[in-house]
């Protein structure tokens, strides 16, 4: 039998922030009293929500008029986000949410008014500190007490500050000192017997510093020297770093071992991780975060659920978005234009496994593993593969392929090349069979390429003179036929991942007339004031663009690294803005791929031009668990635990699957409350007075697509019909 949580009592802690609120609030706190029942309570509450958005005309006009509600939500002020969650908690009271992150189902009923009364009657009602906490600050807002400062230019230059790329002096030094520190240990390994390679081995006949010097010139600029001696148990790791991780997480590393979760973090990734005490304290937690498994993440292995429905595919069925895919594995799709190409060669694997890996369920299946010897291509990869490009070829509206994994470039040369050619071919089909078909009918071309890649971060060693003469060939053939963009779609979480081997590696990217864009996963370490910032900065030095900055998906395995909504609104309102971009200047950035080899010195330009010390071309998104991608919300309950529910709603400046005519809003629970997440945030060192702000942003609208993201326009009159889409 469920427990009725209206019986149980406030707790001292919460308590004491709902004394403050009521102190703060003698409005509220007359409602609470002078209410005899919770439904007087809520009702009363409702006419002052309504009283507020009357006197107000953006809010009035954001909650009730058809209009651009990008448009709309900045004519708000402060005050009227306030106004409209008290409207929107008071319009979904009642409402139940399924929330996966959470084990007591109880908790996703909302009624944040009826608790408090609860708890101003009798002492009881159920609801936790963070809860309070959430409901004080919503308050403060309302009232005038949580004001809304913008930073300065120079405080958001002070934060970029104190996050250090792998391109200062004195990063470096440390890289290279715990460089010689890791092959120190497989010397002595390969010296002892412990191990034997024929390719790597030690050379008795030198000394100790010479066999070192060796390793270091040769070995460390090796490939497949770091997938070769890739850690694969936490005992290694922890002796590769010096034996200097704590006993929680060489405890959580087990765990995950025992698990199944497998291990992979190559020599070079694990030298950007400090163990000695530095003035950069904690300058490496994204990296950490990366490499480290939470308890969180442990526990739910074995049980992990697929966040974006339209990843689950059985051939010849439509997925959550409509799409018929011709294979379960190798073609994802949620938008009409654009589908994944995941092929069936080492490009399956990654160079190392990132703890928020948004196909940690295809790990957990064992479908993506680490197991390099058997997933070489056989003779059926050749027919499968022109299959599946036939699927392209025949869609009337594909013209954009993202070739992912695991990782593209995790390919051999001779694997990627095939696939490349086999691209090639199925554009140049799909181009003349437009010849025959009339204006009006013709099918979308191939405009675009995407390579989806962590190695320019996990394994820059990968970026090969060889490597780019075959992308360079493809683009000068590939450019004759339609092709206009040529991507290399990257994933660098932190300024740290940059270092000069990585900038010599993005830099031949470059030269190759291929476009780097960048996608960060905004987790809690990566959410630190200034730090994606000074991300931006770093990229666009090396010559990369941002594309996307993620929020982290909902489920419980990534509430570690889960970094509120509210903060990615906050950052973009807040920190971004530092970059932003007038639209007279939307035309001269557009023009960047043309002239991709140039992107250095491009961006240069425009920076300088603006006085701007990066340039703001990512939007703020998150993966929504149905179809598609979006950062248009609004806070619209609040559970006893403090964890706040967003109601979610597609982006509308981008073509969707016909489907999501469809389908209802999304309503997520967050993994953590804010004031958790604050917590978090203060043991990594953070002053969190320097994010209360962060409360306020219960609304989020998604920032339209810089042009220079946009598909660039056919000379012809494209069909409007969709093929292999069936909705029922």
Partial sequence: MDRDLNKVAIRPKAQRVFHTLLEENPRLKDILKNAESADQAREAMEEWAKELINKSKPASDFLFKDIDKRVAFEKLNWQDKAAIRLYDYIQHTGRRIQDPSLFLAEESVLDPFGIMWEAFKTGRGGAMYYFYLDMLYLFRQLNGRLKEEKPTLDKVRNWMDRHPSGLEDDMLKEHNKNRDRILSVFLRKMESGEINDPKYNYDQSKSFEENLQNARDVWWNDRVFHLKFAARTPELIDELLDHSLNKETLSIMQNAKDAG??????????????????????????????????????????????????????????????????????VHRRYPEVAILIPDTVGRACAGLCSSCQRMYDFQSGHLNFNLDKLQPNEKWSDKLKRLMQYFEEDSQLRDILITGGDALMSSDRSLKHILDEVYQMALRKRKANEQRPQGDKYAEMVRIRLGTRLPIYLPQRITPELIEILSEFKQKAAKIGFKQFVIQTHFESAMEVTPVVKQGVERLISAGWTVTNQQVFTTAASRRGHTAKLRKVLNDIGVLTYYTF???????????????????????????LGKIPEEEYDTIRSFPVNAENMISQIEKLRNKLNIPFLATDRNVLNLPGVGKSLTYRVIGLTRFGKRVLEFDHDHTRTHSPIIEKMGKFYIVESKPIGQYLEELDEMGEDINEYLSVYGYSIGETEHRMPIYEYPEYDFEMTGKMTNLEIG
Avoid: C
């Fill in 261 to 330: 979760i497998p291990f992979f973090v190559n020599p070079y990734y694990l030298s950007l991780i400090s163990v000695d005490h530095t003035e950069h304290v904690g300058a490496d937690l994204p990296i950490r975060d990366y490499i480290f498994y939470s308890r969180q993440l442990v526990d739910e292995f074995g049980e992990i659920q697929a966040w974006e429905k339209e990843d689950i595919v059985e051939p010849g069925k439509p997925n959550a978005a409509g799409w018929i895919l011709p294979s379960q594995h190798n």
């Fill in 551 to 577: 929020s982290v998906k909902g489920f419980m395995e990534n509430s570690h690294n889960f970094a509120t909504n509210e903060r990615a609104m906050q950052e973009q309102q807040e920190e971004k803005l």
